[in-house]
């Protein structure tokens, strides 16, 4: 299992564009086939805003 996570302060474009290029990325890899070799992985994107605005 791999876990990364960080903390970005960007404003709502910023925010809504670095979203769609993280699906743009997951995606990409979505249509793969099942073959030797390749394991099957779930890939989640949770945000949570951490309540401290503007600091």
Do not use: N
């Not at 809504?16 to 390749?38: D, L, N, Y």
């Amino acid at each position: 299992m791999v876990h990364r996570q960080t903390a970005v302060c960007p404003i709502y474009l910023e925010f809504a564009t670095m979203i769609e290029e993280i699906e743009r990325v997951v995606v990409t890899r979505v249509g793969q086939a099942k073959s030797e070799g390749r394991t099957r992985r779930i890939v989640s994107l949770v945000v949570l805003p951490d309540g401290r605005r503007g600091q």
